[in-house]
């Protein structure tokens, strides 16, 4: 069931006529499911042409995509011309993406709360901040669950609370089996979470490899659960390994840029997991530095 | 595939909120109450309220081909397909115009003479309304097709694309071979001969042509940006 979305040989360029020049040429890119990736490049390169050729929003002038799951999409700029409400927009976007108007009610309430936007939910959009169209725009793409979410600088304009909503929010997805596409202005944006990073140069994709994303450091998180339970396997998923050191009890290596998120999950699950303690490892030394178990989680 | 059902819901709450279609509506009243008057042959005034239903609808297809800003029209396109929005874009226009056109033809149908255009002959009334409706159904599938052919993706710039919306408006109304011309004539000759006339081809030729011109605007929706 679970399909990759598959770019052979595509190419976009803008206008009718043969003197038009292409933005992109020749892109061969594979997005698995699970798979969280970046695309990096100078201004005016094309990345956002090819999210909105990854988005289904522009169709190749050659070359074909397959594969295209159920999407979301997040603009950089999303403007608040649009005569609703938040919450009067969201359930319009929740059914459009295939929810039920209660579902989709429920999902635009508590999209907005995470947020951090919940007293906007009857404002009209026209008199909201930028930040909080933002974060509109970000809910929208999010309340459904999508299969294939596309981001083009969507954190640009987010509080801090919610840049981090949204980056838990992308690993949660990607955990979830979801792929997850972005462009950031930001070196350090989920920083050595991406399963594979690309530039784009010369209308053409480059691998990125290792350089912008050192993967070096991870948390031991020990836990203890229900006797002979595995743990919940979005959890795993993003997890280096998994020992049992004494029975009933995990050992878990996350990379430090998961750990909150496994934190979640491991917290949230249907029989919660006890969280034993918490450390953090260097891979360089591979010493194992403790850190007090209340260190903060996020809720 | 998202289902038609919530886009449409969606396109219908983007006019009815945005407030753009009171001036289309305005004005085909204003037009209505200066041309119709009680009393006057009913077919000469139907004719002339389904006329006027043609620019409507191209109007109001310009108004939902440019209600939502971009950033948001790319949201939808990625949830829904691009020219599956577009669809619902123009589907909910042609509703208007179509809603509009039945609503002009009832109040026409009541208020006019049940005769032809000398007075002489009596015409049954609901036959007449009947062809009535016919033309104005008949005027509001061209006019969303000159309005899909005249608004984005086609034509994005509205410097040009106004004066092509008020040509095509006028050329599908008086061009021979138009399903729009056909239909008003058949009223025009029915009122002068005492018959009531029954439009059903210029109805196939308006349907195909919408349609035509709809698949086309859909199918550039991912290509022009």
Redesign the interface.
Known sequence: MERELLLEGVGRR?GLGRAAPWVLRGVDLTLAPGTLTRVEGANGTGKSTLL?LI?????P?EGRITGRP??????E???A????TAA?YLI??G????LSRAEAAGAAVEWLERLGAAEYARTAMSELSKGTSQKV?VA??LL?E?ELL?LDEAWSGLDTAARAVLEDAVLQRTAAGGTVVFVDHDPRRLAGAPDATYAVVDGNLRAVTGSSAPQDSYVIVEVEGPSGAEPPAEAARLTVSVEEPVPGKLRLTVPDSHSDTVLRILLTARSPWHVISLGEESAAKGVLTPRPADTEVPS | M??LR??L??QA??LM???RWLPPVILYAAFLAIGVQTGQPILDSLGYAAAAVLPVAAWFVRICATN??P??R?????????ARAHLACLLTAFGAAALLGVAATVVVTVLSSPTSTNHQTRLPVLPAGGAGLVAALVCALLGTAVGALTTWPLLRSPGRAVPAMLLGAVLALVVTGSPARAAISDLVTGSQAGTVPAPLLPLLGAGAMAAAAVAVACALT??R?
């Open positions: 803008y909105r988005a289904g929003i522009d169709a002038t159920r999407t979301a999409y997040v603009p700029r999303f403007p011309a649009l005569p609703f009067g319009h976007l059914s459009i993406h295939g725009a929208q793409a459904a999508p596309v | 998202t289902a919530p886009l819901r969606y709450a983007l909120r945005s407030q939502e800003p950033a948001a790319s949201c939808v396109g990625a949830a829904a397909g691009p991912t290509r940006g």
